[in-house]
């Protein structure tokens, strides 16, 4: 294939990448960088028009939207990883029946039971023996549980163990 059937495969198939932008998922992050996405998506049809055979048994436009979508995806899963995840409380998270958007401050409760339950949790806590509360301490920081047992010089199965009994033992006392 030359160069010039190259370029215009390119050309012709331009609109392409604005249709698979298009059908993406549209969230915070997409809109964002709408046209970093989109940049990616025809770096993704350059790259179809250099490596399509046309050979194959198969439509160009089939060939590069794969090519294309595979590299907006590839952008948006890089941006997922270095952007800090920060959640706001009045960030929607679905629709309730009647189609009003629900936020994350709407299913928040601070009602008195759910205040005596958080004050149970935290008692139930407290009785349990130090080294119970410092492997639910670990575990809450976020650390693995193969971590947490090199901490403690034990092995992971024992920290397995002792948790499952700690949750046992929380749902008993709460």
Avoid: W
């Avoid at 998922?25 to 996405?37: A, G, P």
């Avoid at 995840?85 to 029946?97: K, N, T």
């Avoid at 339950?117 to 119970?132: G, S, T, Y």
């Amino acid at each position: 294939m030359t160069r010039s059937d190259r370029d215009k495969l390119v050309t012709d198939n331009l609109r392409l990448v604005y249709y698979l932008y298009e059908k993406l998922t549209k969230n915070k992050l997409t809109r964002q960088y709408k046209d970093d996405i989109i940049s990616e998506g025809m770096v993704g049809l350059v790259k179809a028009a250099k490596t399509f055979d046309d050979k194959r048994k198969i439509k160009f436009g089939t060939y590069a939207s794969r090519c294309i979508t595979n590299e907006m995806l590839m952008f948006i899963r890089r941006m997922n990883k270095q952007l800090p995840h920060e959640v706001s409380l009045y960030d929607p998270i679905g629709r309730d029946e009647d189609g009003h958007l629900i936020f994350y401050m709407d299913i928040l409760s601070t009602d008195e039971e759910s205040v005596r339950e958080q004050d149970r949790i935290i008692d139930a806590v407290r009785n349990l023996p130090k080294r119970d509360r410092e492997i639910i301490d670990a575990v809450m920081s976020g650390f693995k549980q193969k971590e947490i047992a090199a901490m403690m010089g034990v092995k992971q199965s024992t920290i397995s163990r002792r948790i499952s009994r700690i949750k046992k033992e929380l749902k008993r006392n709460i």
